[in-house]
């Protein structure tokens, strides 16, 4: 097989949020006025769906391919789409890689198998074999997600270099350990490798200081709500420019403190919230068992909102 011409992934990259009807099927007219307002945004250097913050967990498998191609269509060659594979067997995420290539993704997030949830950090071989069959069903791209050092589904620095080094098709990673010291300690790792490996910040609560650290990148459900910030703050880094950085982190920081908040669960409801207190979809539904925010929550995210000055106009 021949790799995709998408060889390197950086910039900012927002995972879009998904709006659904009040009787919880997919709102494609929201989704579709979403997604516009994303690829409005300049400076954005693609887009991530069938991800946490789209609830691909609560998908079913005709809900993912429709979710996808309305991302192609929106996108229309625009930015490049990176497609989640939300699997827990490895024939079934080989199978998910396989159906988005032929859909038109340009590159694949990889999550992690609740299977290893035991201890999979521990047995490193499990994961590459799992990234291994993934690679030989498909020509894309891929994006290892890390998830946060306090969970069963972690893994290793080791492990994490180890899968760079063995798997010629992963080619960047979504970093979400959520421990600034792990976060500089895969940094430094990977950059010392002789192939380049892009590290995608999704740290979202401590963005300002993972960039400071180094990147490649945002990757984040978080970006569907602060794209523009999120650009601005990326490009501030680049330039060194530490003042308008802070300025501009100010502005995010009350924002990811309300949305990340306990409980977490509840993170993407207040997101899509936000999308609604904004202006840029009608309505905030989720799906069972997620449960409407209360007027408290409601009330919090307005006064976030006013801190960051994104409010609707």
């Known amino acids: 097989m021949t790799r995709s011409a ?40 693609g887009i991530t769906t069938n991800a946490h913050a789209s609830e691909t967990a609560t998908l079913t498998l ?16 625009r930015v490049p789409v990176i497609a989640g594979i939300y699997e827990d067997g490895t024939a079934k995420a080989a199978a998910a890689a396989a159906q988005a290539q032929n859909a038109g993704a340009d590159a694949l997030l990889v999550f992690p198998s609740a299977v290893l949830d035991g201890g999979g950090y521990q047995r490193p071989e499990m994961t590459l074999q799992h990234y291994s069959e993934i690679a030989s069903a498909s020509d894309l791209p891929l994006i ?6 306090t969970s069963a589904l972690r893994m290793t620095v080791d492990g994490i270099v180890r899968l760079c080094t063995e798997i010629d098709a992963v080619v960047a990673i979504k970093e979400w350990s959520n421990d600034i010291v792990i976060y500089e300690r895969t940094w430094r790792a990977l950059k010392s490798l002789d192939r380049d490996i ?26 569907s709500i602060v794209a523009s910030l999120h650009v601005r703050l990326w490009e501030a880094i680049n330039k060194l420019d530490l003042v308008e950085a802070r300025e501009v982190w100010n502005r995010i920081w009350p924002l990811a403190e309300e949305c990340y908040k306990e409980p977490f669960l509840d993170g993407h409801n207040r997101m899509k919230t936000i999308l609604e207190l904004t202006g840029s979809i009608e309505e905030a539904h ?18 976030a909102l006013k801190d960051s000055g994104l409010v609707h106009a």
């Open 6 to 45: 998408l060889q390197s992934i950086s910039g900012v990259i927002p995972a879009h949020l998904q709006p659904f009807t009040a009787d919880g099927r997919l709102d494609e007219a929201n989704l579709r006025k979403h997604l516009r307002g994303l690829l409005d945004v300049p400076g954005i250097s």
């Open 198 to 223: 892009s590290v995608l910040s999704s740290f979202s609560r401590s963005l300002f200081s993972s960039l400071c650290v180094g990147a490649d990148g945002i990757l984040s459900g978080h970006g």
């Open 286 to 303: 989720v799906r069972s068992p997620l449960q409407p925010l209360s007027g408290e929550e409601r009330a919090a995210l307005r006064a």
């Open 144 to 149: 290892a997600f890390i998830y946060p050092n």
């Open 62 to 77: 005709d809900e993912r391919a429709r979710q996808l191609d309305i991302v192609l269509e929106e996108t229309n060659g």
